[in-house]
T-cell receptor
């Protein structure tokens, strides 16, 4: 158990809908990362937050947004969903958000039908 | 831009034997970290081993060790005494500002 909690584990929805994925980092970790894993794109970095502030942005679509709350949990919002958004979404956390190792949650499998 | 290349999409090894997974990366930076992550069928991403670029000594974690060649930008993972539970996707990753992953190598362990 990495200590990073993601909910829900599975999510099935329809095109055009909006969903929210939730992540609770390890106790004491200030930085949260979101990754998308798909068969064709592999593991893609989406966005990083550190202590409530956005620190780095990767290949995140404009239809997607995220935030980190004062209690350090994070939410990834995906809207106007398309079939191609079906993927495994990982959250990871680290202490400071620099070069130390990341601890990953077990992921949320999103299926857009 | 930093890229991570894993040239072996699939590898197989006999139980109790040794296997080496290859990884190369491209960077102009001198300070960075390298990682190997394992993703079993459960899909959990599990850190296997970490190497700091400023350290010349290769990292080891029990049956897992790396061969880090900084000048060649190579970072291979050696798994000794392979076990059935080692079967998984293995991802090489590079981190300076952010963590970037290679495409992965699927390792099969034959009994």
């Amino acid at each position: 158990d990495s200590g990073v909690t993601q909910t829900p584990k599975h999510l099935i929805t329809a095109t055009g809908q909006r969903v929210t994925l939730r992540c609770s980092p390890r106790s004491g970790d200030l930085s949260v990362y979101w990754y998308q894993q798909s068969l064709d794109q592999g593991l893609q970095f989406l966005i990083q937050y550190y202590n409530g502030e956005e620190r780095a942005k990767g290949n995140i679509l404009e239809r997607f947004s995220a935030q980190q709350f004062p209690d350090l949990h994070s939410e990834l919002n995906l809207s106007s969903l398309e079939l191609g958004d079906s993927a495994l979404y990982f959250c990871a956390s680290s202490v400071t958000g620099t070069n130390e190792k990341l601890f990953f949650g077990s992921g949320t499998q999103l299926s857009v039908l | 831009a930093q890229t991570v290349t894993q040239s072996q999409p699939e590898m197989s090894v006999q139980e109790a034997e040794t296997v080496t997974l290859s990884c190369t990366y491209d960077t102009s930076e001198s300070d960075y970290y390298l990682f190997w992550y394992k993703q079993p069928p459960s899909r959990q991403m599990i850190l296997v081993i970490r190497q700091e670029a400023y350290k010349q000594q290769n990292a080891t974690e029990n049956r897992f060790s790396v061969n880090f060649q900084k000048a060649a930008k190579s970072f291979s993972l050696k798994i000794s005494d392979s076990q059935l539970g080692d079967a998984a996707m293995y991802f090489c990753a590079y981190r300076s500002a952010r963590l970037r992953f290679g495409a992965g190598t699927r390792l099969t362990v034959k009994p």
